[in-house]
């Protein structure tokens, strides 16, 4: 069988290391481990790194929705202050890391080269890092662990380690990935050096931000970190943005793809095939109980590069039509408008958007998802789809490098060229020109500079619904944000526009005095609070363990 789907069979695999839920005092190696019998040689180490594919931080469409970007139809409690410190929290889990750990304590013993166990080191600790940096954005400071530890093991009732050692051992890890995990491999579906060189400009941005943001010592260290891998990997020409020179559906037309490894885009895409894996992220989107909000289509540009605040093409917002008209085409290609086919049928039927669907379980704000749906039947069937879903993505290294110099202060127009205007050349968008910009009036953030300010709206236009929003506020500390009325609001739902639909669909929906649909009751709102910065460790996690303590703000 071809290379290009050992991904789909490492994701598979019978793994010979199973572990149950873990609890506080299952985080030793289990006994039907044992180094007599097992890390013999490649084929060993191999087997054991497989277990930690599955991990991978896939695509899938479905995010976003504790952010500004979605409006769930049932108010997340997170955003609206009712979370409370639980018991128990699946998140809190320490089986990767010991099973991590137990790998890295006994890998030499193999039979094979040193450049060879050094490959499968360096693939462990990328793992490593994947996992370390889940918790320590989740939760702070938590425990840095280097071996794997058994029940007795006084490690087990340690303090939290300091934030700032955590994240340099991450790095650590990350750096000894990208400078022992082969390059040649890209095509073979195991992770190669440019993969992690992706991983770790995605953390060490987050890091580099997050330390400037949050007024912590080190943020240049991290966000150099950040550029050189993101240049390691621009450098390298072994990838570009994926187009066919057709801008108005280039963009969507690249999340519907069944076979990403040709893509150029793809630094490391996980393959779906039939009858061996597959997805249902279509049939998903469709029932999906979600919409973009009305901040998030606010946020667009209008095809002349200009924000509609500015721009003499904007048209308003009394119809449909007029709101996507001269629009960024990334909008129309993100999200339903009229003449868009949900459904092409095999009879030669179709299903094509004429009015927004709104008052639907399908589009409750009027902003329907389309981004990674596919109007094709075949990947409508239950867990049918085999549409490929990125891990990482050329186009995410281009905004983390665009990021990365404009907040060192270094952004020139080359840079900006070299990046922005790659994506916005895709879809047929003016380019950002850095000595033209102007302030928008509406500004999400408008404490940064104008340049920093347009990076964030092009990264979160590019990156729409891919998982990125909540932690993007997260490190720029600007959880506030949340609570902007437009971020529960859809669509404007005039009361001619209204009339144009069957009564029984629309009469349940809740406008405000503007005509824009509103999603939750009257009482129901997003509410921030600093402490949400973090999670809380969970109670039973305390109550083990005398030496761990709440992170600020929780009770």
Not at 132 to 137: C, D, H, P, R
Not at 219 to 226: I, P, R
Not at 463 to 492: N, Q, S, V, Y
Request: hydrophobic share 35%.
């Amino acid at each position: 069988m071809k290379t290009i789907i050992r991904i789909i069979l490492i994701s598979q695999v019978v793994l010979l290391f199973s572990c149950k839920k873990d609890t506080y005092l299952d985080r030793f190696p289990l006994s039907s481990i044992s180094e007599p019998t097992f890390f013999k040689n490649e084929n060993d180490l191999m087997l054991y790194a497989n277990q930690f594919y599955p991990s991978l931080p896939a695509q899938n469409f479905i995010q976003d929705n504790q952010s500004d970007d979605k409006v769930p139809s049932s108010i997340n409690n997170f955003l609206a202050g009712q979370y409370v410190v639980p018991t128990a929290d699946g998140s809190y889990n320490w089986t990767n890391i010991r099973n991590v750990n137990y790998f890295l304590q006994r890998y030499m013993n193999a039979e094979a080269s040193q450049t060879i166990k050094n490959q499968y080191a360096g693939e462990v600790r990328f793992f490593r890092a994947l996992f370390y940096w889940g918790l320590t954005k989740r939760y702070g400071d938590v425990a840095w662990y280097s071996k794997d530890l058994t029940e007795d093991s006084p490690e087990l009732y340690a303090p939290r380690t300091s934030r700032n050692i955590v994240m340099d051992s991450i790095l650590a890890d990350l750096n000894f990935a990208v400078e022992n995990i082969p390059a040649d491999n890209v095509s073979a579906g195991r992770i190669h050096k440019y993969a992690a060189a992706a991983l770790k400009a995605r953390i060490c941005l987050w890091e580099g931000t997050r330390r400037k943001y949050f007024n912590v010592e080190g943020s240049e260290k991290y966000l150099k970190e950040a550029l050189n891998a993101a240049e390691l990997i621009m450098n390298s020409k072994k990838f570009a943005l994926f187009t066919t020179g057709n801008p108005k559906t280039d963009y969507y037309n690249l999340f519907i793809q069944q076979e990403l490894n040709s893509n150029p885009e793809s630094i490391l895409g996980r393959r779906f095939l039939q009858s061996i894996l597959m997805n249902g992220i279509s049939r998903t989107l469709g029932e999906s109980g979600t919409g973009y909000s009305k901040d998030f289509v606010q946020n667009y540009l209008c095809i002349d590069g200009l924000p509609t605040a500015l721009s003499p093409q904007y048209k308003g917002e009394d119809t449909p039509e007029n709101e996507f008209a001269n629009r960024d085409p990334r909008a129309q290609q993100t999200i339903a408008t009229k003449g868009f086919v949900l459904l092409q049928n095999s009879d030669g039927s179709k299903d094509v958007i004429d009015l927004p669907r709104i008052g639907t379980n399908t589009a409750n704000t009027g902003y329907q998802l389309i981004k990674g749906r596919s109007s094709d039947p075949a990947m409508w069937q239950a867990n049918q789809s085999t549409l490929d879903f990125f891990i990482f993505r050329y186009a995410e290294i281009l905004l983390i490098y665009a990021e990365a110099k404009a907040e060192l202060g270094l952004a020139t127009q080359a840079d900006i060229d070299n990046s922005i205007n790659l994506l916005r050349r895709r879809v047929g968008m003016a380019d950002m020109t850095i000595s033209t910009l102007k302030r928008d009036p509406n500004s999400s953030f408008p404490e940064v500079s104008i340049l920093i300010d347009e990076i964030r709206r092009e990264r979160r236009v590019e990156l729409a619904d891919e998982g990125f929003r909540f932690d993007d506020l997260l490190r720029w500390k600007a959880g506030k944000r949340i609570e902007k009325p437009e971020t529960i609001l859809g669509m404007k739902l005039t009361p001619e526009l209204k009339a144009k639909y069957p009564a029984s669909q629309v009469n349940g929906i809740i406008v405000n005095q503007n005509n824009y649909v509103r999603l939750y009751t009257s009482i129901e709102k997003r509410e921030w609070n600093d402490k949400m910065y973090l999670f809380p460790i969970p109670l039973e996690e305390i109550s083990l363990n005398p030496n761990l303590t709440q992170n600020p703000g929780w009770k």
